[in-house]
């Protein structure tokens, strides 16, 4: 498996895209068209710290990976977010081939990761995967009746 170098900077948001809400996903997909290539042939995950104004304030590229996986570690993103000074994030990953699909991995992350946050009294406001066309939100499976 190839792994990708990341420079390892947590980065201020642009300021062209300062204001806007992360829950305006045509704004917040723009944004992360110029940080995260969905065409490019590897999985990168990346966690976005908001502030209380629900607005976008840095980032931070968690790692890449293969075209169908990145290998990272929940205490990475919990770092990051806390050394950002932060307390509310989201995260986001493409999907290299252009599958909307939540995969079963993506929704054991999301919830233990809900899981580790609410203990530390973060708030993590969700999990994205961003396609070349879509974006689209984590959410959890209903199970059958």
Partial sequence: ??????????????????EFSYKNK???FDFLKNII???FMAEFLVVIMIDDNDIPMSYY?????SSEEVNFEYS?????????????????HNHPFGSHEIS??????????????KMLNL????????????????RLRRRPA
Avoid: A, C, H, W
């Avoid at 590229?61 to 990976?65: A, L, M, V």
């Fill in 61 to 65: 590229t968690i790692g890449g990976g």
């Fill in 76 to 92: 990475m993103i919990i770092r990051v977010v806390l050394l950002s000074g932060s307390n509310r994030f989201i995260l986001v």
């Fill in 37 to 39: 290539n969905p065409n």
């Fill in 1 to 18: 498996m190839k792994i990708y170098s990341i420079e390892p900077v947590l980065k201020p948001v642009d300021i062209k895209f300062k």
């Fill in 123 to 138: 708030q993590y406001l969700g999990d994205y995967i961003i396609t070349n066309d879509k974006l689209v939100k984590t």
């Fill in 104 to 117: 079963n991995d993506d929704i054991k992350s999301y919830k233990d990761l809900r899981k580790i946050s």
């Fill in 26 to 28: 045509k704004k917040l």
